[in-house]
């Protein structure tokens, strides 16, 4: 059941109306039983073993750890160490959690890397077969909240989760299946189980941002994804200047449709009392890599930089590197290798994360360490030139060249991403180092798949979403919308909605069923 789709708003508005009609205390119980339903719906049933498998680990892992530290004392004085069994139990669970996360994912991921260096050395013989798994809706989200959870339990930062339906919801509550976010229990579980009273400005508001999501994801991504797979399907047929055109408006195509997501996902949230975290800040005005992770699937980044990242510094193995590297080459050298050397862990795992394929690991992942390592190691001399030219760093020439060439650096990773594999990759990248930009402007955009309407409908909406974007840095437009006059209101919203219906691609014969990020 597609989170587009007629049926899944017709499930929406169902719930919600029973959500606000039964009594406070057991609204948890409706968003459970609308979370198995819809999971139960949207694929193979069966799929559900997966995640209820998950939060089970999940809720026996929490239990024991706690346990353990209530009879602290008590282990000690039989001689055992409660630190040590804690870390087994914690370690074992998220061994748990991961296990159907790395069977599913990354086991053709595997084959696939011993069946191609073993190529690269003339052995054409297939080592193992692949093996094709079914793989059920938010694998990659549920996991990371869940063992994000156990974790949490573990550090003392966050209460377990006595009630197993409870924890059923916060790991499957149904909006975040489809993209996420990446949910935290420590900020984000408690509410689940709040009572919520009937909010107009709540209701309003979240089907506001949803229709802003529809908008993103039925008019500017599919629109951009027609130009997308043009190119992309059969590159070789296309000059150099078309690859950066289909890249564009991949970034375009990506960016509205995830942001979409969580617009849609957000705004139902919010029509339900709940307030989720947010996924994106304006990634594209970002100045370098760096603000740019800031900005671009921020729970992920957060995630990641939690429990792996920060985790991997304080390792004995890091701690020890950290010492011997800092006494070689120095204080300062010393410390950033042993932090380059974790990022490089740390990027190789955000780039997996989207994926068991090298393509993902260098253009979501090591690409972009590339990049962050680069700019750290340049940026006393980039200082000490700006200085000798009299630039001002700040300046507004400088923060638009910045904000593009972020832009343009962050396009380089989306071939990756986007191209059947690295080689093909690499190709297109070489093709696109030369570029035909007169036979584009002769009328080339006509060959993308878009007539001149279709191209005019893009561009307006692209302006408009340009122009959201800045208003957005000045605060939020909603609140700016809901300070003008009633008529004014209604003009806007419904205006909207009407763009969305007249110019939205969806109907008969066209599907905008899954969203980009649905899975990963």
């Not at 390792?315 to 590197?321: I, R």
């Amino acid at each position: 059941m597609s989170i587009t789709s007629f049926y899944f708003l017709i499930f929406y508005v169902f719930i919600l109306f029973i959500y606000y009609i039964v009594p406070k205390r057991i609204q948890w119980v409706i968003l459970l039983a609308a979370s198995l339903f819809y999971f139960l719906t949207s694929g193979n049933a069966i799929l559900i073993l997966y995640p209820l498998a998950a939060v089970v680990i999940s809720h026996l892992g929490s239990h024991f750890i706690v346990k353990t530290e209530n009879k602290r004392e008590e282990l000690k004085g039989k001689g055992k160490n409660p630190d040590v069994i804690k870390r087994y139990i914690l370690w074992v669970t998220i061994s748990g959690i991961l296990l159907f996360l790395i069977i599913i994912k990354y086991i053709n991921f595997a084959v696939n890397t011993v069946n191609g260096i073993g190529s690269l050395f003339g052995n054409n013989t297939v080592f193992f077969h692949s093996f094709n798994w079914l793989v059920p809706l938010g694998i990659s989200y549920y996991s990371l909240s869940l063992i994000g959870y156990v974790a949490d339990v573990y550090y003392g930062i966050a209460e377990q989760e006595k009630n197993l339906g409870k924890l059923t919801v916060y790991g499957m509550y149904f909006p975040v299946m489809i993209s996420g976010p990446i949910l935290k229990y420590r900020e984000d579980g408690e509410q689940f189980f709040q009572p919520h009273f009937l909010n107009y400005r709540h209701v309003t508001r979240g089907m506001q941002r949803m229709l802003w999501g529809f908008f993103k994801k039925l008019i500017i991504s599919e629109r951009m994804a027609v130009i997308v797979n043009t190119v992309y399907g059969n590159y070789l047929d296309f000059p150099g200047g078309y690859i950066w055109i289909g890249t564009i408006c991949f970034a375009f195509q990506l960016y509205t449709d995830f942001s979409g997501c969580m617009d849609i996902v957000l705004g139902m949230s919010e029509t339900f009392g709940i307030r989720l975290p947010e996924n994106f800040e304006r990634p594209f005005f970002s100045e370098n890599i760096s603000e740019y992770w800031r900005r671009w699937h921020i729970t992920l980044g957060i995630w990641m930089k939690e429990y792996v990242f920060y985790p991997l510094l304080r390792t004995s193995l890091f701690v020890k590197m950290g010492k011997k590297l800092r006494k070689r080459f120095g204080k300062k050298w010393g410390k950033q290798l042993t932090t380059f050397t974790a990022m490089f862990f740390l990027w190789f795992t955000v780039g997996i994360w989207h994926g068991g394929n090298w393509k993902y690991i260098i253009g979501s992942g090591l690409l972009h360490w590339f990049y962050i390592v680069c700019g750290e190691i340049t940026a006393p001399w980039t200082g000490k030139i700006m200085n000798t030219l009299h630039i001002k760093t700040e300046s507004t020439g400088l923060r638009i060249f910045r904000i593009f060439r972020t832009f343009f650096l962050v396009n380089i990773g989306f071939v990756f991403f986007r191209a059947a594999g690295v080689l093909d990759a690499l190709k297109m990248l070489r093709a696109a180092a030369v570029s035909n930009a007169g036979e584009i402007m002769s009328g080339g955009f006509l060959h993308l798949g878009l007539d001149w309407i279709e191209i005019v409908i893009s561009a307006a909406a692209l302006f408009l979403l340009l122009l959201i974007s800045i208003m957005q840095g000045k605060g939020s437009v909603r609140d700016r919308i809901a300070g003008k006059k009633l008529f004014q209101r209604w003009v806007i919203w419904y205006a909207l909605l009407f763009m969305v219906i007249l110019l939205g691609y969806y109907g008969p014969g066209y599907s905008a069923a899954e969203f980009i990020y649905q899975g990963f």
